[in-house]
């Protein structure tokens, strides 16, 4: 008899490397303790290497990602005005969805106030640096050196250096055709690294979870608990309700379908808690299983980094 059995999802494999890391964590810590050799060896070597390493893989993409994207996408638009709208849109809608987000923030912690009466003192005081300037802001989103922008990760100077580019491509005729074909095999390429590291992801959340929940004691897990809760409530609440009510109004698309498409990016941005690292996933997730256009994929989807 043949076997249907179908392959566990990327989504399911990372959930299993949670859980998983979770608990090889909590039972490293009841068995072993501050041990020297489990600790040395496996919490601080195996699992802090493998989690360090994984992370930095994918940060690895980002800034290839972003730049080759976002030439791909900017060059595509022939016309200006197009590249004009469709940054206007884009803008707004992050603009509206981070006031919501903030919004729904403040009210929760001012509803449940996580974290009040727990001691959380730190060793070392901090003290916050000065708010630019709306000017200077604005004069640091232009790079004085677009490869040393790229080698820091300055990511808003990055994509004005992107946009720009792709702009000259697009009215540079013939040549620009040729030099737009290249950055085209670059997308794909990259893209097809993104895919290799996935096959990695749930490894890579394993060793991560493991390395936490092994330095974790129950009673600090119970006083972030609350914490925990109202977070996750709250991102729930904006992820199901406020895009919800947003794709339904704007496009008349099934929520269902878009959160179900977008649940590998989901549980990737849950488990490694990186906006960074999951932005090869989002726009692989955006490309090949949702069906957005290529040139609106890279153009948007690296926009959400800043």
Do not use: W
Request: aromatic share 10%; hydrophobic share 55%.
């Amino acid at each position: 008899m043949m076997n249907t059995k179908k392959p566990m999802s990327l989504t399911g494999r990372i959930i299993f490397g949670m859980i998983a890391g979770i608990l090889t964590g909590f039972a490293i810590r009841i068995l072993f303790g501050d041990e020297g050799f489990v600790n040395t060896y496996v919490v601080n070597g195996l699992f802090e290497v493998g989690g360090k390493i994984f992370i930095a893989s994918l940060q690895m993409l980002v800034v290839p990602l972003v730049f080759v994207s976002l030439v791909c996408g900017t060059s595509s638009l022939k016309d200006l005005s197009t590249l004009g709208r469709m940054g206007g849109k884009t803008l707004a809608f992050y603009i509206i969805t981070t006031c919501v987000a903030i919004t729904l923030a403040l009210t929760m912690g001012t509803l449940f106030q996580p974290g009040a009466g727990a001691d959380l003192t730190a060793a070392s005081s901090f003290q916050s640096a000065e708010a630019p300037s709306l000017g200077q802001v604005i004069i640091d989103m232009f790079p004085k050196n677009p490869i040393n922008a790229m080698a820091e990760g300055k990511t808003l100077q990055i994509i004005v250096f992107a946009i720009l580019f792709g702009i000259a491509i697009s009215a540079s005729g013939k040549p620009g055709e040729r030099i737009a074909a290249i950055f085209q095999d670059l997308n794909e390429v990259i893209m097809k690294l993104v895919a290799l590291l996935m096959n990695i992801a749930p490894y890579g959340v394993f060793f991560l979870m493991a390395k936490l929940f092994t330095g974790l004691g129950l009673g600090a897990i119970m006083n972030l608990a609350g914490y925990f809760l109202v977070l996750a409530g709250t991102l729930l609440l904006h992820g199901l309700v406020t895009y919800s009510v947003m794709l339904k109004t704007f496009t008349g698309l099934s929520p269902k379908l878009f959160l179900k498409k977008m649940e590998d990016a989901v549980m990737f941005a849950f488990s490694t808690a990186s906006s960074n690292a999951t932005i090869p996933v989002t726009m692989e997730t955006a490309k090949y299983r949702m069906g957005v256009d290529n040139k609106i994929a890279s153009f948007t989807v690296p926009l959400a980094l800043p």
